[in-house]
Nanobody, 122 residues
Framework: QVQLVESGGGSVQAGGSLRLSCAAPGLIHSFNCMAWFRQAPGKEREGVATIYRGSGTATYADSVKGRFTISQGSTQYIVYLQMNSLKPEDTAMYYC???????????????WGQGIQVTVSS
């Protein structure tokens, strides 16, 4: 499994912004896709955004389109999630994941970060 390290979560008021980072250090050839998921208490884990390494082709959940942006870092083993215009319903534990193929289905991923909390207050 790939070790993933997330950072950047925290608490913010509605309308604010946060940026999450995820790094997959080391020489990894086993995945083409990096993704962000989130899980709120009592809810199923849901896909937020995915991006293919190299091409940068991105996909977003309808609930975050126009507000969130996924991007690659200076290396293809770092991915960011810029979250703007945050809403209380964005409150969740956010997870980074990797897979050979991008998908919004969490069961398609077998390497995950430890998760990072994002809390948006009204």
């Amino acid at each position: 499994q790939v070790q993933l390290v997330e950072s950047g979560g925290g608490s913010v008021q509605a309308g604010g912004s946060l940026r999450l980072s995820c790094a997959a250090p080391g020489l990894i050839h086993s995945f083409n896709c990096m993704a962000w998921f989130r899980q709120a208490p009592g809810k199923e884990r849901e896909g937020v955004a995915t991006i293919y390494r190299g091409s940068g082709t991105a996909t977003y959940a309808d609930s975050v389109k126009g507000r969130f942006t996924i991007s690659q870092g200076s290396t293809q083993y770092i991915v960011y999630l810029q979250m703007n215009s945050l809403k209380p319903e964005d409150t969740a534990m956010y997870y980074c994941a990797v897979s050979p193929v991008c998908s919004m289905r969490h069961r398609n991923y077998d390497s995950w970060g430890q998760g990072i909390q994002v809390t948006v207050s009204s």
